[in-house]
């Protein structure tokens, strides 16, 4: 049952609503119901959930005056639809490139994966 | 270096292009027991096959030292959870690692060099022999063919003992199941099956697969070492999966068996695949479904576990000649605890196969073997599935058995019998004599036909019980020595024509006068 209550929460979130106002709307509706024993648990799985899906938006570059990569990953975030600002993560295990990684989708088109793929090719 | 190399690689590297592919990717939530629970991945499809970005964070050179990719499987679709059993080193996976989708279902890469070689369910050769040069992927995982795709079984595969060809014969595109408790010998059946193709011609001698599943990896060595010394490797292929492996290789083991057959079955030939053995198999998938917190029924087993092993053995069938009339033969071997044939996986696998050899403990303990016991081992497919030659002789011999086996517990007054019931008792203890063969000795099927006739028509007549196994390996090196033609007729014929017939009655008229020594009879 707190899967389902926490599943409406976060939809209600990611759709914009005003957080504040969607917790209160949990509180009433969980009293309402006599369900108030539940209120912990599904603030616990609305944040284990927020924080994951939250974590897992970045860009991710070699080094941070890799401008061309930066625009780069911009311009391949745009293609998808996403124009907010991610955070930036330097890797410099990546050698170049960059990756994005946002609403459960990733595009690697770093210079480490290339090269992998290329020795991949050439050693099969 | 030479410049043809060189030269590749430069165009490859010429031809590399940057991927911006979109991949869909989640993040390993927890894991645990092999299971992967997974968030993301909302598109991923039952069974499809997803790799774990185990080397985020790595550099390019320890990326290059890890081995292998590692993959997982998708078994649970969950509302908010994607649980995926991982493919290899559960240690590799750690919390908040990256998954991407394959977008493609389970499969297996297959070639015909895979042939000769010892692999994995994934098809990676674990025999030391270097790489495989594969042809295609086959899905580990598919539908099986259906009514109208396939024609009836009649063309025999010979096991090269006596007992099942002559009474339970197995012909190709049949499911025989081989069924008996521990230690009764039913792996040295399926071996002795394997080993005794290399008496067929080369065009029509079918591929064999040893599928082991769970087994000890000291016995798969020393059977892969058996099929080499008797050359049969040349034709074998060894999927192995070792009891010390987890639970979801196991489970995929036979499938993998199953996806290499169909392979050779599409090119039009025949393929044997013994599967040893399903109990494990069901063991290993019992484990994985409680990991996945599937519901147990039954003794703990899934619901499904009816189907996992219907949906293998359906895989195997004959085609029609449109679709190449190729075929694939299924051993699968059933580990049945102290008899009981009536328990839960031995009745389900019962229900599904076209007939079962079961191999009785008692038998064995009295030095009977094969410890075959005819009585309830059948063959659904029958004599459809037998050369005319030993249709013609093996009817005697059933005949013979059965009404030896009734008047066998009248063994203990055979001082109060009457002469012919003595008689019959004593022809019934030639023929079970008759019936006993060495492990890993396969005996072609002229041979059997042979000395099955020369049973039915006097050869161990005048003879003592004791002498039956000296007597058969006389008359049929004798054959070997004086009647070539009549061995060599009957291989390619297949059937026992009057000339044949008539070089036979010779043949045995004149053992008997030439190996009067073996002649001394016990009837008081």
Redesign the interface.
């Known amino acids: 049952m707190q ?1 389902a209550y926490a ?1 409406a929460v976060i939809q209600l979130i990611k759709d914009g609503q005003d957080v504040d106002q969607v917790l209160r709307g949990l509180a009433t509706i969980l009293t309402a119901r006599s369900h108030e024993k539940l209120f912990q648990s599904v603030l616990r799985i609305v944040l284990r ?1 927020l924080e ?2 939250q974590s ?1 938006d970045r860009v991710v570059v070699a080094s941070s005056e890799d401008a061309i990569a930066l625009e780069q990953a911009i311009a ?1 975030l745009a293609k ?1 639809g996403v124009t907010k600002k991610l955070p930036t993560i330097v ?1 410099p ?1 990546i ?1 170049g ?1 960059f990756v994005t ?1 946002t609403n ?6 770093s210079y ?8 991949q ?2 050693t099969t | 270096m030479s410049t043809a190399l060189i030269e590749k690689i430069k165009q490859q590297i010429k031809d590399l292009e940057v991927d911006t592919t979109p991949q869909e990717v989640g993040v390993v939530r927890s894991v645990g027991d092999g299971i992967a629970e997974i968030d993301g991945l909302s598109s991923a499809q039952m069974m499809e096959m997803v790799v774990f970005a185990t080397t985020d964070g790595l550099s390019l050179q320890e990326t290059l030292e890890q081995t292998d990719a590692l993959y997982g499987l998708v078994l649970n679709l969950e509302e908010d959870v994607v649980k995926v059993v991982v493919l290899g080193e559960t240690t590799r996976v750690k919390e908040g690692v990256r998954v991407m989708r394959t977008n493609r279902l389970l499969s297996i890469p297959v070639g015909e060099a895979i042939v000769g070689r010892v692999v994995d369910p994934l098809g990676t050769p674990i025999d030391g022999k270097g790489g495989i040069a594969m042809d295609k992927h086959m899905p580990i995982e598919r539908v099986a063919y259906g009514v109208m795709e396939r024609s009836g079984v009649n063309e025999p595969v010979h096991t090269g003992i006596k007992a099942i060809d002559s009474m339970i014969p197995i012909g190709r595109g049949q499911r025989e199941l081989i069924i008996g408790d521990r230690q009764t010998g039913k792996t040295t059946i399926a071996i002795d099956t394997i080993i005794n193709q290399k008496y067929e011609p080369k065009e029509k001698r079918p591929i064999c697969i040893y599928v082991a599943i769970g087994q000890k990896r000291s016995k798969t060595a020393s059977l892969m070492a058996k099929l080499e010394a008797a050359g049969a490797m040349e034709y074998t292929t060894i999927v192995a999966t070792s009891a010390s492996e987890a639970s979801p290789l196991l489970f995929l083991a036979p499938f993998s068996g199953a996806a290499i057959g169909e392979y050779f079955m599409e090119q039009g030939r025949d393929v044997l695949v013994v599967f040893d053995d399903l109990s494990k198999h069901a063991n290993a998938y019992r484990q994985m479904s409680l990991l996945l917190r599937r519901p147990p029924g039954r003794e703990a087993y899934p619901g499904d576990i009816f189907y996992l092993h219907s949906r293998l053995l359906e895989r195997s069938a004959k085609l029609s000649k449109e679709l190449g009339g190729g075929s694939i033969t299924a051993l699968p071997i059933i580990e049945t605890q102290e008899g009981d044939v009536s328990a839960y996986i031995p009745t389900n696998v019962i229900s599904i196969t076209d007939g079962q050899i079961f191999l009785d403990t008692d038998l064995f303990n009295k030095g009977i073997r094969p410890a075959l016991d005819v009585g309830i081992s059948v063959s659904r497919v029958g004599s459809s599935a037998q050369t005319k030659a030993m249709k013609k002789v093996a009817g005697k011999i059933r005949l013979e058995l059965a009404q030896f086996r009734e008047l066998e517990a009248f063994m203990q007054f055979a001082s109060d019998l009457d002469e012919d019931t003595k008689k019959r008792i004593e022809s019934g203890r030639k023929y079970v004599e008759l019936l006993k063969q060495e492990q890993n000795n396969p005996i072609p099927f002229q041979k059997q036909v042979v000395a099955i006739y020369a049973a039915n028509n006097g050869l161990f007549d005048d003879a003592l019980v004791a002498n039956t196994h000296k007597i058969e390996l006389s008359f049929l090196e004798y054959m070997e020595r004086e009647y070539t033609n009549v061995l060599s007729g009957i291989e390619t014929g297949r059937e026992l024509t009057d000339e044949i017939v008539e070089q036979l009655n010779k043949a045995i008229v004149g053992f008997k006068e030439a190996h009067a020594q073996f002649y001394v009879s016990d009837v008081v």
């Open positions: 899967n599943a959930t994951t899906h897992n391949a998808q890797d295990n050698i490139g990684e459960g989708v990733r595009i690697d088109a480490k994966q290339t090269l992998l793929t290329l020795y090719t050439i």
